[in-house]
């Protein structure tokens, strides 16, 4: 073969051309595939940047909390779904603890996500689905429920109590 | 290994003949002239691929409605990752489409290739070019903001306008009510659901045509071998496709498309403009004016359209040589004369932006500050801190992460004598009274490493009519963003209530405007005015 080759430099020099023709080709498409789908890959797996934004909203003066009566605080959050800011109503079972510290914790029992409320006579919070019973400390005393209460992030700001994210499990384990 | 290769080849072309095929076109035989000015119809057909790559790409965060339309693609381009790359390609590549389809049409009418028996692929080709300007058409009005909104209203306004057909046309565009939603739905549709099978029927036919007929030979070609289509002239293709694609990439990257203000349908100080390649168009309709109108907007470029289909039922003069064909060229030339003179004329009378846009295809964090913070921004530049204070600068901290343990006390003292508070500093001291210290602290406060870039954004003029806004002491009565007085309205807003020619008459003479006001006159200089109209304006609702 490589001696047929070397007989005839023209059929030689016709086969590099066509090689080098095959070779712009593959690599000019080559180049312009990775252009148009490194880009397209980023844009699909790649997250989002999220905008910061406030998430503490403002429930009020601490001094309206009376140690030992949890009381339900409705409030307005707003939530960004892509570019969409929904504003949607939420609430929370406030408790001012014995050494003047706050509790918030999330409106649902943790084990399916009923409403649960806050029994006075019993001083227990009771999930009216299946039972569940929790102390105001959130735990819980029995039913099915396998955790204690969520709770929100709370801090005080110029005695004013402020509500940061709820803290399920997984959140806190992440 | 090969034989590996050679044997799946044989697999595939028994049960497919697919490798054949390919084989086969791409050995076609095409006459010996060929070359380089034949890469048109393969770099239209690539360009036409790339907008149906990248046009699939927005719509899977597109959120095809009024309103949502807008939002959804300024999600795409201020936080999804190469969304603005992507909206770029796609925004270019329907201009440099529409370029190179007119090339390729130049191309072929110059060298007389549309002549018997290829007057359907000329014919296809025209059709083609309709399409292709549909396309333009139909995606304009996609972004859905002030621009795509008022070019639209003029679009259907000129459709409705043919003699006898006009009223059919408005209600077959949605518009029948003015552009509103539905006129934005039979936009769409035609544009993503329309447009594109049929576009790939008339590729195919057009296409098969060419090949049904070979590419055209030139007078001496009969005397000449053919050679086949791969690789020279693939080749040929491959390098034009990649050059073009290397200025559309440029493009896409380093120029900014910019995305205008939400459609405002009662803005009724907006002059809207076509797209560049409309332009003549629009300059055309100048020339006819009362009756004569329509002439200028639909009955010409109606005859002239099927000037173009009947172009190869004109002309039916046997193949010359392309160097003879000068009436052709002469052609080619007066209307490219006329077609740059029109648009020429059309650039030159567009009136200078008189109000400062805010370019809503970046994030615009700014428009949340408080004057005060956004009055701090103005003294963070004329003080020149970036010099210093930059992100991995070895001169002065960064300062997107002061405000999580330096409150504003310290940063004021800090600013008068910054050796006295942090020993060895050699940053000179910054020498501003206590309310501009107060207004820099305000915005340093607000600074985070996620914010910065977007608060670097903000526009110069907003910058300036903050600092007015701060100077001239607004806030002790009226409220912006939630911070000031509500002794005077809420200026957020104000943009729905007022125009802006009464707000700067009001700046001047308040009683004239508002009887009974107790704001007093402002005398502010004409720039201070036009800056602290324009960032009242900008502000949010």
């Known amino acids: 073969m490589e001696e047929l080759e070397s007989?005839?430099?023209?059929?030689?020099?016709?086969?590099?051309?066509?090689?080098?023709?095959?070779?712009?080709?593959?690599?000019?498409?080559?180049?312009?595939?990775?252009?148009?789908?490194?880009?397209?890959?980023?844009?699909?797996?790649?997250?989002?940047?999220?905008?910061?934004?406030?998430?503490?909203?403002?429930?009020?003066?601490?001094?309206?909390?009376a140690a030992g009566s949890p009381v339900e605080v409705a409030f307005r959050r707003t939530r960004t779904d892509a570019w969409k800011v929904i504003s949607e109503k939420d609430t929370a079972w406030v408790v001012k603890r014995a050494d003047g510290g706050i509790t918030a914790f999330g409106p649902q029992c943790t084990h399916l996500g009923c409403?649960?409320?806050?029994?006075?006579?019993?001083?227990?919070?009771?999930?009216?689905?299946?039972?569940?019973?929790?102390?105001?400390?959130?735990?819980?005393?029995?039913?099915?429920a396998p955790r204690p209460l969520d709770r929100y992030q709370t801090k005080l700001e110029n005695g004013k109590l402020m509500l940061g994210r709820l803290e399920t499990p997984n959140a806190r384990q992440a | 290994m090969k034989r590996r290769m050679a044997s799946a080849r044989a697999w595939l072309e028994d049960r497919t003949g697919l490798p054949g095929a390919i084989e086969q076109f791409l050995d076609e035989k095409i006459p010996a002239s060929s070359g380089w000015h034949q890469v048109f119809g393969s770099l239209a057909l690539f360009l036409f691929l790339t907008q149906a790559f990248t046009g699939i790409l927005l719509a899977f965060n597109y959120a095809p409605t009024p309103g949502e339309a807008y939002n959804s693609l300024r999600y795409i381009l201020t936080e999804v990752t190469g969304g603005r790359l992507i909206r770029g390609l796609h925004h270019w590549g329907a201009s440099m489409?529409?370029?190179?389809?007119?090339?390729?049409?130049?191309q072929v009418f110059v060298f007389g290739a549309y002549k018997k028996p290829r007057e359907t692929t000329w014919l296809l080709g025209v059709a083609l070019l309709l399409l292709t300007l549909t396309y333009g058409l139909t995606g304009y009005l996609l972004p859905w903001d002030n621009r795509a909104y008022w070019g639209t209203v003029v679009t259907t306004k000129?459709?409705?306008?043919?003699?006898?057909?006009?009223?059919?046309?408005?209600r077959l565009l949605g518009a029948a009510k003015g552009v509103g939603v539905v006129t934005f739905a039979r936009f769409y549709s035609v544009h993503v659901l329309l447009l594109p099978p049929v576009t790939m029927l008339l590729i195919l036919a057009h296409v098969y045509l060419v090949r049904r007929h070979g590419?055209?030979?030139?007078?001496?070609?009969?005397?000449?071998?053919?050679?086949?289509?791969?690789?020279?002239?693939?080749?040929?293709?491959?390098?034009?496709?990649?050059?073009?694609?290397?200025?559309?990439?440029?493009?896409?990257?380093?120029?900014k498309v910019p995305l205008e203000q939400l459609a405002d349908p009662t803005d009724t100080t907006y002059i809207p403009r076509p797209e560049w390649y409309f332009l003549f168009l629009f300059q055309t309709l100048k020339l006819f004016e009362g009756p004569l109108e329509v002439v200028g907007s639909t009955v010409l470029p109606g005859l002239a359209v099927l000037a173009l289909a009947a172009v190869p039922f004109i002309d039916r003069g046997t193949m010359v040589k392309v160097t003879r064909r000068t009436v052709a060229i002469s052609f080619v030339?007066?209307?490219?004369?006329?077609?740059?003179?029109?648009?020429?004329?059309?650039?030159?009378t567009t009136p200078r932006e008189a109000v400062a846009q805010v370019d809503y295809s970046a994030p615009t964090d700014w428009i949340q500050l408080s004057p005060e913070e956004m009055a701090g921004i103005a003294y963070f530049r004329e003080e020149s801190c970036a010099s210093c204070h930059y992100t991995g600068s070895s001169l002065g901290p960064d300062l997107t992460r002061t405000a999580i343990h330096k409150d504003a006390a310290w940063m004021i003292r800090h600013f008068r004598q910054p050796?006295?508070?942090?020993?060895?500093?050699?940053?000179?001291?910054?020498r501003l009274d206590d309310a501009q210290l107060n207004s820099l602290a305000a915005f340093l406060l607000k600074l985070t490493p996620e914010n910065a870039s977007a608060l670097a954004n903000a526009p110069d003029f907003a910058v300036r009519g903050a600092l007015v806004y701060q100077q001239g002491h607004c806030a002790a009565c009226h409220m912006v963003n939630g911070v000031g007085m509500k002794v005077g309205p809420a200026l957020n807003g104000l943009s729905r209530r007022q125009t802006r020619s009464w707000v700067d008459e009001h700046f001047d003479n308040p009683q004239k405007l508002s009887p009974g006001s107790i704001m007093p006159p402002y005398r502010f200089s004409e720039a201070d005015k036009r800056n602290l109209t324009a960032y009242l304006f900008a502000l949010p609702e």
């Open chain 2, 333 to 348: 030339v007066l209307a490219g004369i006329g077609w740059s003179g029109l648009t020429a004329a059309a650039v030159m």
């Open chain 2, 158 to 170: 000129i459709a409705g306008s043919a003699p006898v057909v006009g009223q059919y046309m408005t």
């Open chain 2, 419 to 430: 050796a006295a508070v942090r020993p060895g500093s050699t940053m000179p001291p910054v």
């Open chain 2, 215 to 255: 590419v055209t030979p030139q007078p001496g070609d009969e005397a000449l071998p053919k050679k086949p289509f791969y690789p020279v002239q693939v080749f040929k293709d491959t390098v034009a496709i990649f050059i073009a694609f290397a200025i559309l990439f440029t493009l896409a990257v380093a120029a």
């Open chain 1, 7 to 65: 007989a005839t430099p023209g059929a030689a020099a016709a086969s590099s051309r066509r090689g080098f023709f095959q070779i712009g080709i593959l690599g000019l498409g080559a180049a312009i595939s990775a252009a148009l789908g490194l880009p397209a890959l980023a844009y699909l797996l790649m997250p989002p940047k999220t905008r910061a934004q406030a998430s503490w909203i403002d429930l009020g003066d601490v001094d309206r909390f």
């Open chain 2, 97 to 106: 489409m529409i370029t190179v389809v007119v090339l390729h049409m130049i």
């Open chain 1, 115 to 144: 409403a649960y409320h806050w029994d006075d006579g019993r001083h227990e919070f009771v999930c009216p689905c299946h039972s569940s019973l929790f102390r105001i400390d959130g735990t819980v005393i029995s039913g099915p």
